[in-house]
């Protein structure tokens, strides 16, 4: 049988698995420090990566779940944890759950994530909606996929973020209170942390934050037709930006620290989107 795209039939097999759910609205994939907005889940179902065939995610502020539930009464999977290249994972392993929600019928899909901050005018605990994106990442997952009805490779990326989407985030982060800038985002592939130099020249390419994920996933899920939007939580400025040095632990304490408005800000982008 030939695939339509990229996973296809490894994405038919683990979203087979997974039975009696209903048709979700729109996927969410929580970052570093994202992970607690599956409390605020009604009727929740959860389905642990390596019970269905995805593997496990090996970074501390990743569970490690599909997850499905009611989001303000509308039904979302969340995909609680990200596999990252710097796992030494292959790019179609990273967008693997982007082609399942593919095929439970998500349309939609929000991506999330801990970065750090490039713009001098941003500050720890800010978030930015992604306007677009640079792949400094080195890889791309639709290398290697045979074009196919529907499916070209050749895929325009010239407006990745859905306008729609974006709008409900500003509007649900305005009403949580929260700090909520527009912005390029770069992806690097991790997982040392960027330079002085190198975090100097993202600003010149026109990056406002930096970090390990998201943008291979926006790239797939694009190709895949589905509606995309991103935002990320500023948890640290770059390096040579302040004086401290950059911790993996103080980035996902950043995040834990806005669990609460994180949860907000989705609920109420879910009413707002839905």
């Known amino acids: 049988m030939k695939e339509e795209y990229g996973g296809q039939l490894r994405a038919r097999e683990i979203a087979g698995k997974i039975g009696g759910v209903e048709t979700p609205v729109f996927g969410l994939v929580l ?8 409390q605020a889940l009604r009727e929740c179902k959860q389905f642990a990566y390596r019970e269905i065939g995805m593997g496990e995610c090996g970074v501390a502020g990743h569970a490690g779940n599909l997850v499905f539930g009611k989001l303000c009464n509308v039904p979302v999977v969340i995909q609680q944890g990200r ?29 999330t994530n801990a970065a750090g901050g490039v713009n001098t005018e941003f500050r720890p605990g800010d978030l930015m909606l992604l306007t677009d994106h640079i792949n400094f990442s080195g890889k791309n997952p639709l290398i290697g996929l045979r074009p196919s009805p529907g499916y070209p490779v050749f895929a325009d990326m010239t ?3 859905d306008g729609q989407m974006s709008q409900a985030i500003q509007d649900a982060a305005k009403k949580a209170g929260a700090v909520c800038r527009k912005g390029v985002y770069i992806q690097v592939p991790g997982p040392s942390y960027e330079t002085p130099a190198e975090i100097r020249a993202f600003r010149g390419l026109g990056a406002d934050a930096v970090g390990m994920s998201t943008v291979c996933e926006a790239i797939f899920a694009k190709y895949l037709h589905l509606r995309v939007a991103g935002v990320s939580c500023i948890t640290n400025l770059g390096a040579g930006m302040e004086a401290c040095e950059i911790r993996h632990e103080d980035v996902l304490q950043q995040s834990l620290k806005r669990e609460k408005m994180f949860c907000e800000l989705l609920q109420e982008f879910a009413k707002r989107y839905a």
């Open 83 to 111: 596999f990252h290249l710097y796992e030494g994972r292959e790019v179609s392993e990273t967008v693997l759950p982007v082609a399942v929600m593919k095929e439970l019928g998500v349309q939609s899909i929000l991506l």
């Open 31 to 38: 970052g570093s420090g994202w992970g607690s907005v599956v």
């Open 159 to 161: 407006k990745v973020y």
